[in-house]
């Protein structure tokens, strides 16, 4: 009779002989004659680990493999190892290796245009945000130009914030993973001095000083003479509408101005301002200054902006283009937002436009 050091030894060849198909507890307990549950008990004893956590790590190293030996896409990768999503895939990845499957491929396989980090490592600096356990702050990756935003312990009425922001979340932490970003080393030493307080705000633990916010930016774009103008709720608070923005979401009108912009406001960044052509908006990026500010850039496709369709309000002694109400209107339907609705609604007709 088999010792159960040789049985495990039978199981682990037989989960790497059959990975790519997909092998199950219940498939390995029929082939070896015990319950599942005696029998991940006995493999826990002998290899430290339930043999589910064996089948999903032995699942995760192939493919990470493949990943390092190919050039396979990724969504490949992910659906010849039984998962149904590249999402499902990530997660899983992440929950081994700690990274994502694109940055581990970037960083085995980095490009021959990446260049070595110019960042002192931030590994450690973490910072409690105030009454609750929850930990942020930015980790340097290997010796390439990774990064990641590491949040720990989380408390789980928070994490929707977290996966709506497209962090990949590991049990209660979460992270969000950078490769090869220019400028990030301002991204990261922003964020470890403000992440903190952008977090507090964004999660609504503390006010919001949007229009102080507002009132900065409002000096550093005028030196750039582009055309610009505020959306989302700072533009209905604007507009008169009761709200509490948790931050400041500007909007660039014209794409050709996409440069200009990056350049003069990376130094403020704390999340990368790029490039997205072929998305709904053109670029993306995040910089703090006092709160939150999100910067979009429109698509080439609307350039030259028609500024005229926008509203237009004074701001401490500045005329300012804010969104129209029918066109925050039709964003709030969008996001499923029936009381903002409600509330653009009633003043477009106190207007009576």
Same mark, same amino acid.
């Given at each position: 009779m088999l010792s159960w050091v040789d049985l495990t030894e039978i199981i682990k060849a037989l989960i790497d002989e059959n990975i790519e198909q997909g092998i199950t507890l219940s498939q390995i307990s029929e082939h070896c004659g015990y319950s599942p549950h005696y029998l991940s008990k006995k493999f826990h004893e002998i290899e430290g680990i339930s043999l589910k956590e064996y089948i999903l790590i032995s699942k995760i190293q192939h493919s990470a493999a493949a990943l390092l030996n190919t050039n396979h896409r990724i969504i490949d990768i992910a659906v010849s190892h039984g998962y149904s999503s590249q999402e499902a895939f990530t997660r899983a990845f992440i929950k081994v290796y700690g990274i994502t499957p694109w940055g581990y491929r970037k960083l085995q396989k980095p490009s021959p245009a990446a260049e070595k980090s110019r960042l002192i490592p931030l590994a450690g600096v973490k910072q409690q945000i105030g009454g609750l356990n929850m930990k942020i702050y930015v980790k340097q990756m290997y010796d390439w130009n990774h990064y990641a935003f590491i949040a720990e312990d989380v408390e789980e009425k928070h994490w929707d914030y977290f996966t709506e922001n497209q962090w990949w979340q590991v049990g209660n932490n979460f992270i969000k993973s950078y490769d090869n970003v220019r400028d990030f080393e301002y991204c990261a030493k922003n964020f470890t001095k403000y992440g903190e307080t952008a977090v507090k705000q964004q999660l609504k633990l503390i006010e919001t000083p949007w229009q102080k916010a507002l009132e900065s930016f409002c000096s550093e774009i005028q030196k750039l003479g582009v055309d610009w103008y505020v959306h989302g709720s700072a533009a209905m608070?604007?507009?008169? !509408?009761? @709200?509490?923005?948790?931050?400041?979401? !500007?909007? @660039?009108?014209?794409?050709?101005?996409?440069d200009k912009v990056r350049d003069h406001f990376c130094k403020f960044a704390i999340r990368p301002i790029e490039r997205c052509e072929n998305w709904v908006m053109s670029g993306l990026g995040e910089i703090f200054m006092d709160a939150v500010i999100s910067i979009a850039f429109h698509n080439k496709e609307l350039e030259p902006y028609d500024m005229s369709t926008l509203g237009k309000v004074n701001f401490n002694g500045k005329e300012i283009y804010i969104s129209s109400l029918e066109m925050l209107k039709e964003d709030n339907i969008n996001f499923n937002r029936p009381d903002r609705v409600k509330a653009i609604e009633e003043k477009i007709k106190e207007l009576g436009k």
């Open positions: 608070a604007l507009w008169g !509408i009761d @709200v509490e923005p948790k931050d400041v979401n !500007i909007i @660039v009108a014209n794409y050709s101005d996409f």
